[in-house]
């Protein structure tokens, strides 16, 4: 399904959207850092559709609502942005843009095999892993990324562990006790992005947007 869904803690508006024919390497600057940019962008991919696929958009949902009360994804008293969230039903070529300027990408997906509750791992770049031009992986993700501009910013799979993804199946309570334990350790990582964490606590400075259509 097309279309791509953004909750965001305090960023700056993104690039705009551009076909894969149209993306060319861009010079290094660091006008990235100097418009806001988050060091920190979490993608949560899945289709709320299909049962524990749901996992990456709930995940999105529920830290986004975190950071929204407690103001851990801002830093310090300049209230700039630590975190960005980015909610998508596929990854796509365009996601390339989003990645410019980042310090590191976690990108979250439902696992129908592997550990549980869930895996972190590594992505290196890859293009010959399920790579089209309306969808790819995140290995693929990365090798767009390394062919227009020479390299790939720090970037991880959080795999969370489900077990049913038929169209029309709610979450299982295996997947949301696994949701649950994932979520706790993306809150301790980006509580502990903010040097000042404490005190952006009490200021609840922090505002994450409404997830809308990207």
Do not use: C
Not at 74 to 88: F, N, S, Y
Request: zero cysteines; proline letters at 9%.
């Amino acid at each position: 399904m097309d279309g791509t869904k953004r909750a965001r803690a305090v960023g700056a508006a993104s690039p705009p959207r551009h076909s894969l024919l149209d993306l060319e390497p861009a010079p290094e600057s660091d006008s990235d850092a100097r418009i806001g940019r988050a060091p920190l962008l979490i993608i949560g991919v899945g289709n709320p559709s299909r049962g524990d696929d749901a996992i990456g958009p709930l995940l999105l949902q529920r830290l986004g609502d975190e950071l929204s009360s407690s103001g851990a994804g801002t830093q310090g008293a300049e209230d700039q942005p630590l975190v960005e969230l980015l909610g998508a039903y596929q990854l796509q070529p365009e996601h390339v843009l989003d990645l410019r300027g980042r310090r590191r990408v976690i990108i979250v997906d439902a696992a129908a095999s592997g550990p549980t509750p869930f895996a972190v791992s590594a992505v290196t770049p890859d293009p010959r892993r399920a790579f089209s031009t309306h969808s790819l992986s995140p290995a693929a993700l990365a090798a767009v990324h390394q062919r227009l501009y020479g390299d790939v910013p720090p970037l991880e799979l959080l795999a969370i562990r489900g077990a049913r993804f038929e169209l029309g199946d709610p979450l299982t309570t295996t997947a949301a006790a696994n949701l649950d334990a994932a979520q706790a350790w993306l809150r301790a990582l980006v509580a502990a992005l903010a040097p000042d964490a404490d005190a952006d606590n009490d200021k609840g400075a922090n505002r994450a947007r409404t997830p809308r259509e990207g």
